[in-house]
């Protein structure tokens, strides 16, 4: 019983918290875009909000000045990659999923055009490779409980 109310529980505020991840993405990358000589930051992260957010934070707050990893992490209008990292490995585990966890060939595949190829080719080429295809979201969707 435990197990069985921690499993569809496993999946809680997925979506809200994939939402909370696309704001801060959106706001980074709306920030880059800017001259930085006239950037208001609090009407920039309010107007993302008002597009995206579900629960608005109280006016108070002021998270956008501990947000390190756009302004001293190097990842300027990078923050995205997070989230493009999960699209990626729902979508590629997903053939997994589809052949079987220990099919051979699906694991040599992911070998070869994956793991033995590294940085020698562009990252996408690599990806239709290995997939057959370029990624989709539906994997990520679907392991985060958010469709069926």
Do not use: C
Not at 53 to 76: D, E, K, W
């Amino acid at each position: 019983d435990l197990l069985d109310r921690m499993l569809a529980a496993r999946n809680f505020q997925s979506a809200m918290q994939m939402v909370r991840q696309l704001e801060f993405s959106l706001f980074d990358f709306l920030l880059h875009q800017q001259d930085g000589s006239a950037v208001d930051v609090q009407k920039t992260l309010d107007a993302v909000r008002d597009e995206v957010a579900v629960i608005t934070p109280p006016s108070f707050n002021r998270f956008q000045n501990s947000f390190g990893h756009i302004f001293a992490g190097g990842y300027a209008a990078g923050y995205y990659s997070y989230k493009w990292a999960e699209v990626l490995s729902s979508d590629a585990f997903s053939r997994f999923e589809e052949d079987g966890i220990f099919n051979r060939d699906t694991g040599r595949s992911f070998l070869q055009n994956i793991l033995e190829m590294g940085g020698s080719r562009e990252p996408m080429d690599l990806f239709v490779a290995f997939r057959g295809r370029e990624p989709n979201v539906d994997a990520l969707l679907r392991h985060s409980g958010i469709t069926g």
